[in-house]
Structure formats: structure tokens, C-alpha cells
């Protein structure tokens, strides 16, 4: 098989490197300028690519870079320790009833999700609580790191945890459930007996750690506001505890003035 040869000189055009064509044989010729090699046609057989023209020219290719791929660095966790930091005295506060009704509050453990404790607190007056005041703490992690060449390195991470809110108030109102009336005259009370429901006002939780600051709680208002109302279930007092221990006739009076 006979081959032509065209001659080829490097030269600058429109600011890029490129190849020019200096000479054509009679025979057409192809070229594969991105190969950047010989332009070569054969003396027979079809044109592979495209001919050559006098003075065409044709960019000069740029190699693409072969990029290796790296591995990258693993890290392992080996271990890690919880600092606590140092505990904080608790919380003075004083919840305060403004409203003419007796107003039930429970104290929930929101970490052991628990009643923790509950107290009733009559209208117009103020029961002092203590709230401990929940600690972050230090979260330290020791690391080993294995490079891609086999080099070996520690190193340890510390990160700060906040402290978590912990304790929350949940608010009920005592009202009149239901009478019992003596329609017989045999007793001097015409109503017997009072049951009371308490009626779910709202709940709020109590700020973690020095965000909890001493001080007086409106509960009723701040029971309000959280806006709540319907998570707090009714609470329905069992056997001698519906009864209230004073005059049911003067409870009455006194809850229908309300």
C-alpha cells in the first residue's frame, strides 16, 4: 500500500498554537489533526476523515492531564468521655394563682417522661418551688486517622453540649363537674355533694440551665400563652377526692359568683 505525506510547521493563529499545511501531493490526503500525528491518506480506499487544502490549518490538540485518584484519609473513632460541667444551684420561684380558682399544677420529669410531682395552689395565693437547674457538658473524642500512604496520626476532638431542658409545668383548673341535690327536704343541705373536673389550662417548660433565673410565675397566664390547652387532658379525681371538704352549698354559691 502506497502513503503520501504532506509537510506540516507549527505557527500561531488567532492567538493559539496550530498546525499549518505547507505542502499537498497531487493525491488527496487525510488528516486526524486531534491525534497529532503524520497525516496519512492511502493511495487507495476511502477518506477516513476529511482532505487537506493549502494553507488550512488546524488547532494544535492539548493533552488532558491523567489525574490519579488519591485515597482519602480514614478516621476512626477509638473512644469518648462526657465531662459534665460543675452543677448549678436550683432555681427559686414562686408560682403565683391570679385567678379566683383553684389551679392544680404538675411538675413533669420531661428526661424520665414522669410525673414528678403535683400541688394545688388556691386562688390568690403563691406556693415557693425549687427547679434544679440543668448542666451541659464536655463531649471529648479521641481519633486515629490512617493516610493513603500508610501514615498513622491522633487527634482528639472536643465539642461543647448545651444544657437540655428538662422539667415542665402542666396547669388545670378545678371546676364543678356536677351537683347532687336533696329534692327529698330530708337534708339540711339541698346539695349534697360537688364533683370537680380539672380542666386542662396549659403547659410550659422551665429553661435549661442559666437561662432558669429566680424570680414569680404567673402559672395561669404563662399556661395561657403557650397556647396548649387541647395536650392537656382532663384530670378526674377518684372516689373521696371528687368531694370538696367544705360547705357544698357555699362551694356552689361560690362557683356560680365565679
Known amino acids: 500500500m502506497m502513503v503520501h505525506k504532506t509537510r506540516l510547521m507549527l505557527t500561531t493563529h488567532a492567538l493559539k498554537l496550530a498546525w499549518v499545511v505547507l505542502f499537498v501531493p497531487s493525491q488527496l490526503l487525510a488528516v486526524d489533526p486531534l491525534a497529532n500525528r503524520t497525516f496519512l491518506r492511502p493511495s487507495t480506499g476511502p477518506i477516513f476523515v476529511a482532505p487537506l487544502v493549502l494553507g488550512q490549518i488546524f488547532p494544535v490538540p492539548v493533552p488532558v492531564p491523567f489525574l490519579v485518584p488519591v485515597p482519602q484519609p480514614q478516621s476512626v473513632l477509638i ?3 462526657l465531662f459534665p460541667d460543675p452543677p448549678a444551684p436550683p432555681a427559686r ?3 403565683a394563682n391570679t385567678t379566683q380558682y383553684k389551679l392544680r399544677v404538675a411538675f413533669i420529669d ?7 410531682a403535683s400541688r394545688d395552689i388556691e ?5 415557693p418551688i425549687r427547679v434544679p437547674r440543668t448542666v451541659g457538658a464536655t463531649l471529648v473524642e479521641n481519633y486515629r486517622t490512617y493516610g493513603p500512604f500508610g501514615d498513622i496520626s491522633d487527634h482528639q476532638v472536643s465539642r461543647t453540649i448545651g444544657a437540655e431542658i428538662r422539667y415542665e409545668l402542666v396547669v388545670r383548673r378545678w371546676q364543678i363537674q356536677s351537683l347532687a341535690i336533696d329534692r327529698t327536704g330530708k337534708s339540711p343541705n339541698p ?3 360537688i364533683s370537680f373536673v ?3 389550662v396549659g403547659r410550659f417548660r422551665f429553661p435549661a440551665g442559666p437561662s432558669l433565673s429566680d424570680g414569680r410565675i404567673d402559672v395561669h397566664r404563662a399556661a395561657i ?3 396548649n390547652a387541647g395536650t392537656v387532658p382532663p384530670l378526674v379525681p377518684r372516689g373521696d377526692a371528687q368531694r370538696t371538704p367544705s360547705d357544698p352549698l357555699q362551694e356552689a354559691l361560690r362557683a356560680v359568683a365565679r
Open 79 to 81: 473512644d469518648s468521655q
Open 93 to 95: 420561684i414562686e408560682l
Open 110 to 116: 420531661l428526661l424520665e417522661n414522669r410525673s414528678v
Open 123 to 127: 386562688p390568690g395565693t403563691s406556693i
Open 191 to 193: 346539695i349534697e355533694d
Open 198 to 200: 380539672g380542666q386542662g
Open 225 to 227: 400563652a403557650a397556647g
